[in-house]
């Protein structure tokens, strides 16, 4: 079976993760590669024995929409992929170009992941979501991250028989740098800023910490921080880094701090958590969505209601002033997701899923 993983991303988490589950299943089938030459890890990918076709996406709103409108370059890129003969189509990221392409390549059968089944408040515009529940409604399988997010995936029209779910595995941005002396904890809270993402209760509770305990806070990411501006200038020890984190930076603030603290209103799943893993560090996260599939209470890290201050507050506590336990917690952290969640174990359950997509066939 030839497997054509098609990732057509710029930026963000999105690379690795195909990266990851082109390494993986090439040793169990045969795989060719579609990137975007304006790839964040393009050279990763060229450094890769695959098969590679990258192609000029956009670069920018105005250029994505034109490439919407006037569709010759996909028309052209499905061109080339046809000419490679896949048996298979695999999307492992949304992306507003997936849909054309599989409709242009209608008798070959995708498999898409669907990272947000219930797109988070704010995140998605009204045409991104259309395509992207054109490219499901085209695909043969779909795949989610937990067992939590099938009856949301379900909701959206899927039936279950076409839903499989293949867990994230550990995401390595692991770098050279050196680690900086801590004379007091130090709390990340990384990633994009968002209204969901809780970052106005974790600010909350650091306000409570402070007044009770040494530490510091990094606030790490691109968004706006403006609705926050008010309780930030009340705080102290606050480390700002407002802007997009590429992919060679992300692993110095994991290693500068000692405890991730993701005080989430919603989730599907999160990829903050498996970079946490590799590097052993401990995690506060909140129970919702696909969170509680990722960190098991007590075992190897911490969950707490969304939304409740004092939960979060007496988590950071316990983290904070029992060091040893949080760095226990953290390894088997570690642990779980070089065992249950590796790499190895998620491309064979892709190939279920691939193999499935592959005998009910393409659309006539």
């Known amino acids: 079976m030839h497997t054509s993983l098609i990732y057509l991303g710029r930026r963000g988490a999105g690379g690795i993760i195909s990266l990851e589950l082109a390494r993986h299943l090439s040793p169990h089938i045969q795989t060719s590669i579609t990137t975007s030459s304006f790839a964040e890890q393009k050279e990763l990918w060229r450094a890769a024995q695959y098969p590679l076709l990258e192609?000029?996406?956009?670069?920018g709103v105005a250029s994505a929409f034109n490439s919407l409108l006037f569709r010759r370059k996909i028309h052209h890129l499905a061109q080339k992929i046809a000419l490679q003969n896949p048996d298979i189509l695999l999307f492992p990221m949304f992306h507003p170009w997936n849909f054309?392409?599989?409709?242009?390549?209608?008798?070959i059968p995708s498999v898409v992941y669907v990272h947000d089944p219930q797109p988070h408040p704010d995140l998605t515009g009204w045409i991104y979501s259309k395509?992207?529940?054109?490219?499901?409604?085209?695909?043969?399988?779909?795949?989610?991250?937990?067992?939590?997010?099938?009856?949301?995936?379900?909701?959206?029209?899927?039936?279950k028989d076409k839903i499989d779910v293949v867990p994230l595995g550990p995401l390595n941005f692991k770098t050279p740098a050196k680690d900086k002396p801590r004379t007091s904890p130090r709390l990340l809270f990384i990633g994009r800023i968002m209204p969901y993402k809780g970052l106005e209760i974790l600010l909350?509770?650091?306000?409570?910490?402070?007044?009770?305990?040494?530490?510091?806070?990094?606030?790490?990411?691109?968004?706006?921080?403006?609705p926050y501006k008010k309780n930030l200038d009340l705080l102290e020890d606050v480390k700002i880094i407002n802007q997009w984190i590429p992919d060679t930076e992300i692993g110095r603030y994991f290693q500068q701090c000692d405890l991730l603290v993701l005080p989430y209103t919603s989730a599907s799943q999160s990829g903050i958590i498996p970079i946490a893993a590799t590097f052993g560090l401990p995690v506060i996260a909140t129970r919702t969505g696909g969170l509680p599939e990722q960190i098991d209470h007590g075992l190897n890290g911490w969950l707490v209601p969304p939304?409740?201050?004092?939960?979060?507050?007496?988590?950071?506590?316990?983290?904070?002033?029992?060091?040893?336990?949080?760095?226990?917690?953290?390894?088997?952290?570690?642990k779980k997701y070089q065992t249950q969640?590796?790499?190895?174990?998620?491309?064979?359950?892709?190939?279920?899923?691939?193999?499935?997509?592959?005998?009910?066939?393409?659309?006539?």
């Not at 054309?100 to 008798?107: A, D, V, W």
């Not at 969640?341 to 499935?356: D, R, T, V």
Request: proline share 3%; aromatic share 4%.
């Open 204 to 226: 909350q509770s650091y306000r409570h910490i402070r007044k009770k305990h040494t530490c510091s806070l990094h606030i790490v990411g691109e968004g706006n921080l403006s």
């Open 55 to 59: 192609v000029d996406t956009y670069q």
């Open 100 to 107: 054309f392409l599989q409709k242009h390549l209608s008798h």
């Open 307 to 334: 939304n409740d201050v004092d939960a979060l507050s007496a988590a950071i506590e316990e983290a904070i002033t029992h060091p040893e336990e949080a760095q226990l917690r953290g390894k088997r952290l570690q």
């Open 131 to 159: 395509l992207e529940q054109q490219s499901i409604k085209q695909a043969q399988q779909c795949i989610v991250m937990s067992e939590n997010l099938i009856p949301a995936l379900v909701s959206r029209g899927v039936p």
């Open 341 to 364: 969640f590796s790499w190895e174990k998620n491309a064979l359950l892709l190939i279920k899923s691939l193999e499935k997509a592959h005998q009910a066939g393409g659309h006539a």
